[in-house]
């Protein structure tokens, strides 16, 4: 069933309208600087700067910031993956639906404060403004820019061919070039501005969509409770608690396993966190999280019900083509011309929306991380020129990676929660241990490699064997695998700092107090003594431990030299501080306030061979994250939030209660 005259219409006015919303985004404000150029008039509101290109100079307001939020979720591979792995396995993928609420809650009250009070453009700043260090950001950035290629963009592609080439009948190697250059050309022009006032249509244009296939389709198998008990729907297809032993959704897994994923998705990833930022206050971006949580309830609906649906009414067109089939063929049997156009409208807008979303969030990455990593004065402006040669980029790497997306699995979704399972809970663990005040650099750093590893190595069995596993590692359940990746994260990054903390106390005795100078940004660690951590990396001693205690704190054997050194630093400074007289005890009162309470004095003193592990020394910051120094005072931070936007929490948890009430009725 082609498209006629009524649908061709229906699609040029929604191509019309994105191309209005670019319009009055893009050339529009280019066309009134242009008339207003004689006028010498600077843009007030920082346009062509980093943080107006990447984050919409923080201005959306909470509708837009829920509709962006939901936009960037729902893909093409929704449409064809939700509904396929429902005609194939049943209600059972729904758990990925209806447990983000709790995760996108967990972002409005717990990360928004952090995120929007340090000021980060990107979820790997924040890693390393908490942590310090360039490693971390590096390698997280690198690792969500290849799971954007992995998953995201190529599923997407792969996705919207399988659509138009049902319906039609084109190659969908085409199609994806054809939506690649569209989106690709007004997301590299007009920014996250433009990407996120185009998504708020498509919300639109996607819902509609969605619940007329629903409705349809429920209508042709007579209802929800006819479909229950339909010949071909098995009865397990309607349970979402599965038997521990299931191939694709245990029970298990899904309880206690699908945090792993989830929390870097909703909390960590740059492309959907990336909307929370553009927000004008937290304020906003909780209610836009809130919003999107509501909006989460009804992908079930418009996708899982209409793929059981699809297998009801035609078992045997799915059994030949594939359970990915099953969507297409709804659309192409089911719906009357017009709403024919309206559905592959919405399904361009799905596929447009996401595509969209993973350039602009990726180019931030490349621009703010990887760039500037390596070129790190480059002028503000270049920086944005920089951001739309990297939204080629990724379109070059997205269509490189296309052919291979196929051979992941013959489901797409689980395609893709399979390669965000393995790849995910390593970064998951450690932004939930950057709420520790005690998790260090070095342990955090070293236990994100290892999960990674873990994780590639499950990655490369899966390609190399696809849905035939031989060896043991690549025959775990991919939610199994995920829990088991992230404990051992945790363990190696929990252990790993407890035992630098407990050795360095034990040794030395000796405290390291971060006080950033100008152009450091290193967190604040304190022991019993108090070092300062001087702006050229060397540690010099503040305060005298005392002298009766210093004997037996200090190691007796085994580091002559480091007792050698460290009497020799005290001594000067004894020496130093019985030379100074009135005057510099005026000067050093100056000097104690100019460095915020931390005593300076005028001569620096022999550095001491102590290295404090908790941080790397070597990195260099703009400034200083506004972690709490315990996970109390975060939570107060929580707490009086509730407080002070009481209907914002009302409305959260009311949502939360809902998901947990359709998650049993479905148990």
């Known amino acids: 069933m082609g498209l006629d005259g009524s649908d061709g219409a229906v699609i040029a006015v929604y191509f019309i309208t994105l191309a209005a919303i670019g319009f009055r ?12 150029r004689h006028e010498r008039v600077e843009r007030a509101d920082g346009e062509g700067t980093p943080q107006s290109y990447f984050l919409a100079s923080r201005e959306m307001n909470a509708w837009a910031v829920g509709a962006s939020l939901f936009a960037s979720n729902i893909g093409s591979e929704h449409f064809v993956g939700l509904a396929g792995t429902a005609a194939s396995s049943g209600m059972g993928v729904g758990w990925f639906e209806w447990t983000a609420p709790f995760y996108l809650a967990l972002l409005g009250w717990v990360f928004v404060p952090l995120y929007l009070r340090n ?14 260090g360039q490693r971390i950001r590096l390698a997280i950035s690198l690792v969500s820019l290849g799971l954007y290629v992995f ?55 996607l819902l509609a969509g969605g619940l007329v296939v629903c409705a349809l389709s429920l209508n042709a198998v007579g209802g929800l409770e006819d479909l229950k008990q339909n010949k071909n729907i098995p009865s397990s297809f309607f349970h979402m608690a599965r038997s521990p032993s299931d191939e694709e959704f245990p029970w298990p897994g899904m309880v206690f396993g699908i945090w792993c994923s989830s929390v870097w998705y909703w909390c960590a990833d740059q492309n959907i966190v990336q909307r929370v930022l553009c927000a004008r206050t937290e304020t906003t971006a ?29 078992p045997s067109e799915i059994a030949d083509r594939g359970p990915d089939a099953a969507y297409p063929l709804l659309v192409t049997r089911l719906l009357p011309h017009g709403l024919l156009g309206l559905v592959c409208a919405s399904m361009l807008s799905a596929l447009m929306s996401s595509l969209a979303s993973v350039f602009n969030s990726a180019s931030t990455l490349l621009t703010m991380d990887v760039w500037q990593r390596f070129r790190p004065n480059t ?77 590639f190595v499950r990655l490369l069995l899966d390609i190399a064997a696809g849905d035939t596993p031989t060896f043991w590692l690549a025959s775990i359940n991919f939610m199994y695998f995920a829990l088991i990746s992230a404990t051992l994260t945790a363990l190696i990054a929990v252990g790993g700092s407890l035992y630098s903390r407990h050795t360095r106390k034990n040794k030395t005795h000796f405290s390291a107090r971060y006080r950033p100078a100008p152009g450091s940004s290193d ?40 007792m050698r050194e460290v009497s020799e630093a005290r001594d000067g400074r004894d020496q130093q501080d019985q030379q100074q007289d009135e005057g510099g005890e005026g000067e050093e009162e100056e000097n104690q306030h100019a460095h915020g309470g931390v005593t300076s004095h005028p001569h620096p003193h022999p550095p001491l061979p102590t290295q404090p592990s908790s941080q790397s020394l070597s990195s260099t910051t703009s400034e200083t994250i506004e972690l709490p120094s315990t996970a109390e005072s975060h939570w107060h931070v929580v707490r009086a939030a509730c407080r002070a936007a009481p209907g914002q929490a009302v409305s959260s948890m009311a949502v939360c209660a809902t998901m947990v009430f359709l998650l049993a009725y479905f148990a």
């Open 523 to 562: 967190m604040v660690d304190e022991f019993d003594d108090t070092l300062e951590l001087v702006a050229s990396g060397r540690l010099v001693t503040t305060i005298d431990p005392d002298p009766e205690q210093s004997s037996s704190l200090l190691p007796s054997a085994g580091e002559p030299a480091l």
């Open 286 to 314: 909780r209610w836009g999280t809130v919003l999107a949580s509501a909006l989460k309830v009804l992908p079930v609906f418009m996708m899982v019900l209409p793929g059981i649906a699809a297998r009801a009414l035609y």
């Open 119 to 132: 000021h980060v453009f990107t979820m790997p700043e924040y890693m390393q403004k908490r942590f310090g």
């Open 151 to 205: 998953t995201k963009v190529s599923a997407s592609l792969y996705a919207g061919g399988v659509i138009f080439h049902t319906v039609l009948d084109v190659n969908p190697y085409l199609v994806a070039v054809a939506l690649i250059l569209i989106t690709g050309s007004y997301t590299a022009l007009g920014g996250l501005r433009v990407v996120v006032h185009t998504e708020v249509f498509n919300t639109i244009m």
């Open 25 to 36: 985004d893009v050339w529009l404000p280019a066309l009134r600087r242009a008339l207003r």
């Open 379 to 455: 002028p503000p402006r270049t920086l944005v020129t920089v951001g739309r040669i990297a939204t080629a980029i990724m379109c070059v790497l997205s269509l490189l990676w296309l052919p291979l997306v196929a051979r992941g699995s013959s489901l797409l979704f689980i395609y893709v929660q399979r390669v965000s399972n393995y790849l995910s809970p390593p970064i998951t663990t450690c932004f939930l241990l950057s709420l520790w005040p005690a998790a260090e650099e070095p342990s955090v750093f070293a236990a994100l490699v290892v999960g990674l590893l873990f994780g």
